[in-house]
């Protein structure tokens, strides 16, 4: 797809993972996008720099040396259990250098878009809307809720984006480990009791796109179309990818050893963002994937 690029827009896309990879992966045609990595320096298609957000400075002399139109916000710890054990290190990264970057984008004037997450809810009834009381049962959802706080404390043009379950090509997640384990013939125990809205790292990346461009404000869901539990969501990603479904167990929440709770149903209601931008569902999630997958 050929796109006239805005040059007059200038994108910082702060962290690298399987969101901000894919960001600029998708936009560096559209956009003049620079983006920072922490650890692991990505093979990306636009001018990279190294940064950590918990160190203020660092962050407001980046900013200030860049002057991006929007900022888009996506470096976080997302594992949910090293949260839970880790939780100095978890405020710190996920509130903090959240502070830094709010600090940073109101003292120059740039749109700050905040990655959060579905976590933020308790999971106790699902279908969340953007005006739903959030009331996290976590520590990451704790810390990612405390950074929503901290942007909209701060800045006075923001955007704050929930996904749900992301997933798709580049750093391991729920759907390439399924994969990886199907293909490899191992057996994988999924639970059926969790439900979530899951999120494709390009259609998530499109739909900030679309925000962005419309300039939007405040709060939106913005995950795939689907709610599915994490069991029926494992069937289907091996029936596009055509491997062995009968790998897959359906095993209790409570066999799984899992260190900190999770939401029962996080999904997300995300009929405000398809006014904008239609989300892709879990059939057309997995058949871009599949393509993504072919092309690497």
Request: proline share 3%.
């Amino acid at each position: 797809m050929g796109y006239i690029k805005n040059i007059e827009m200038k994108l910082l896309v702060i962290g690298t993972g399987l969101l901000g990879k894919k960001i600029v992966e998708t936009g560096y045609e559209r956009f003049d996008i620079v983006a920072t990595y922490h650890k692991e320096k990505p093979k990306v298609e636009s001018k990279l720099y190294k940064l950590d957000i918990t160190d203020k400075n660092s962050v407001l002399n980046l900013v200030e040396k860049i002057k991006p139109t929007v900022i888009i916000h996506t470096a976080a710890l997302t594992n949910v259990d090293y949260c839970e054990k880790n939780k100095a290190k978890a405020y710190k990264v996920n509130v903090e250098g959240t502070k830094n970057v709010a600090i940073a984008a109101e003292k120059i004037g740039s749109k700050l878009v905040y990655v959060s997450t579905d976590y933020v809810f308790d999971g106790k009834k699902g279908f969340y809307k953007e005006d739903d009381k959030p009331n996290p049962i976590n520590y990451y959802g704790l810390t990612k809720l405390e950074g929503e706080r901290v942007v909209e404390k701060i800045c006075n043009d923001y955007l704050i984006v929930r996904p749900s379950v992301i997933y798709g090509e580049g750093r391991k997640n729920f759907a390439t480990w399924i994969i990886d384990e199907l293909k490899n013939s191992r057996e994988v125990k999924i639970t059926k009791e969790h439900f979530a809205s899951p999120t494709l790292n390009t259609d998530l990346a499109e739909q900030i796109f679309a925000l962005i461009e419309q300039e939007k404000e405040g709060i939106f869901h913005t995950a795939g179309r689907e709610r599915i539990s994490r069991y029926d969501f494992a069937l289907r990603i091996a029936e596009i990818f055509e491997l062995d479904k009968s790998l897959i167990k359906p095993v209790s929440a409570e066999d799984l050893n899992w260190i900190a709770r999770r939401p029962r149903d996080s999904s997300l209601d995300v009929s405000r963002i398809f006014k904008i931008k239609r989300p892709l569902d879990i059939r057309e999630g997995l058949k871009k994937l599949k393509a993504e997958l072919k092309q690497k």
